[in-house]
């Protein structure tokens, strides 16, 4: 299946944030939204940055439960994300020493910060079950979604 034209999932996205009013029902119907619609994302959630400031606890996804609802900052690749506060694209998760394994099934992973007025707030997470399957394509929805997403923390 191709990639999605982008726009329209877009569209989507804005509605979901216009019609839906709690921050966890559009986290959800987003990760619903890209699971469907993005045939190589095979896990699709969100990481929210605690009170302290150290860890990201689980929020609202999409797939296969975790055993990493809470991961300290430095951690895996999520919590690489959380101190670098830059996007990471993972084309084959067995090539990475610090990183989080899920289920055997994952081979890729990106990780994409939410930053709210230059403070990171949170993350989307997505995993794939196919080898290098990201593009450019994946950074453009994916960047844009994170922006639309910010307003909500
Ligand atoms: N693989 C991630 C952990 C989270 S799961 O993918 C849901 C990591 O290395 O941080």
Request: glycine residues 4%.
């Given at each position: 299946m191709p990639f999605p034209h982008i726009n329209p999932l877009l569209k989507s996205v804005d509605a979901i944030i216009s019609e839906l009013d709690s921050r966890d029902?559009?986290?959800?119907k987003v990760?619903?939204?890209?699971?469907?619609?993005v045939e190589h994302y095979n896990w699709v959630g969100f990481y929210i940055v605690d009170e302290s400031g150290t860890n990201l606890i689980l929020g609202?996804?999409?797939g296969a439960a975790t055993d990493h609802v809470k991961i300290a900052f430095g951690k895996g690749?999520?919590?690489?994300?959380a101190v670098s506060q830059m996007s990471r694209i993972i084309q084959d998760v067995s090539l990475e020493d610090?990183?989080?394994?899920c289920?055997?099934?994952?081979?890729?992973?990106v990780v994409f910060p939410i930053m709210k007025d230059d403070k990171f707030v949170a993350e989307l997470d997505i995993d794939s079950h196919a080898i290098s399957p990201f593009t450019e394509l994946d950074t453009e929805l994916l960047e844009a979604i994170c922006e639309k997403l910010a307003g909500l923390f």
């Open positions: 029902d559009i986290l959800q990760s619903e939204l890209l699971s469907e619609k609202p996804y999409v690749i999520c919590g690489q994300v610090n990183y989080l394994s289920s055997s099934n994952v081979q890729s992973e």
